[in-house]
């Protein structure tokens, strides 16, 4: 039964896959009134009591529907002018981007043009579909209702392994030294997380405003994807310092970096599985892990490089940690 407070009328129809049945309205109480809902509709949309029904009226109408209504995205008008601060300007499109406007029109972007064309491009599906000296306009083409942000989150994953295991497997073999190439290869998949990042808070934000979701799993979600790219961000960073060094007489060094590594994929390991007593014995050897890194710290403190290095490490450390607790609490 759905209950609906004040009713003007004593007959209400039912529209059911364009066909229509009559139900009689039933007073309940002194204020209320009562109609049943079809056991076949009730079925099909996998209703049981207690599940939360929204009603639009219009007019003399009244729609009943299982899912909260949307409602349409509006267009995202940024203006700019020769003093516009750029940086400001791309907040404003990420966050147009993440709450699902479908439409971004920038104007007067003239000699900004290259740089927002680049903010442009860091998503997924947003697409300029007109650009002159005096108007940018983007187009989001994506389906919300088609994109897994199990998926999105995994991919993360993946780069972040490859990450780590071309790191580690280029210092066995020597070629980190001056290897700017690899550097840049890096941050391009660093790049490729943070596009995952945004599409996923996108998909999460959407996902927030629909009936029966997760909320507790989005924001579980939110959290993991975001830690997943700071992860990124630290191995970018590290890779650029160690390019700056002969690694071969840095020997604990390289033992921690595959530690690191390692530590990863088992971390991801037991969140895919949900291994709540795995994560709890990984996360009660963490000490042990973050206390070896801190004392080569301190072995290399004079050299700024490598401790720099080893402080990127350490932020990194404190990040997987974030993951495990993702896992166990």
């Known amino acids: 039964y759905i209950y609906f407070i004040p009713v003007i009328y004593i007959k209400f129809f039912v529209f059911h896959k364009k066909s229509m049945e009559q139900r009689k309205l039933i007073k309940f109480g002194n204020n209320s009134y009562v109609i049943s809902l079809p056991k076949k509709w009730v079925q099909e949309n996998a209703l049981t009591k207690g599940t939360p029904l929204y009603i639009q009226e219009q007019d003399n109408t009244l729609r009943i529907t299982s899912t909260r209504p949307t409602h349409p995205h509006q267009d995202k008008e940024l203006r700019l002018d020769g003093s516009q601060d750029l940086e400001a300007l791309k907040l404003n499109i990420i966050s147009a981007y993440i709450n699902n406007y479908k439409r ?95 599409l996923a808070h996108k998909t999460i934000k959407y996902r927030l405003t629909k009936a029966n979701e997760d909320a507790v799993a989005l924001l579980n979600f939110w959290e993991t994807t975001k830690t997943l790219e700071k992860i990124g961000d630290e191995i970018k960073r590290v890779v650029r310092l160690l390019i700056q060094r002969e690694l071969q007489r840095y020997k604990e060094l390289i033992y921690l970096l595959r530690d690191v590594e390692t530590h990863h994929s088992n971390i991801m390991d037991i969140y895919y599985a949900n291994d709540k007593e795995g994560a709890l014995l990984l996360a009660a050897k963490k000490h042990t892990r973050m206390e070896q890194a801190t004392k080569l710290y301190k072995t290399y403190h004079n050299n700024l490089t490598i401790a720099t290095c080893l402080t990127r490490i350490l932020i990194i450390l404190q990040y997987q940690n974030i993951l495990l607790r993702m896992t166990y609490q």
């Open 104 to 198: 971004i029109i920038i104007l007067n972007p003239r000699e900004k043009v290259h740089n927002i064309r680049n903010i442009l491009h860091n998503t997924i599906a947003l697409e300029i579909i007109e650009q002159t000296p005096n108007i940018i306009v983007a187009q989001d083409y994506l389906d919300l209702e088609e994109i897994s942000i199990q998926e999105l989150l995994k991919q993360s994953d993946v780069l972040i392994r490859s990450m780590l295991s071309d790191t580690n497997t280029l210092i066995a073999k020597k070629q980190t030294y001056k290897n700017t190439a690899f550097a840049q290869e890096i941050s391009e998949r660093d790049e490729d997380i943070n596009r995952l990042t945004l």
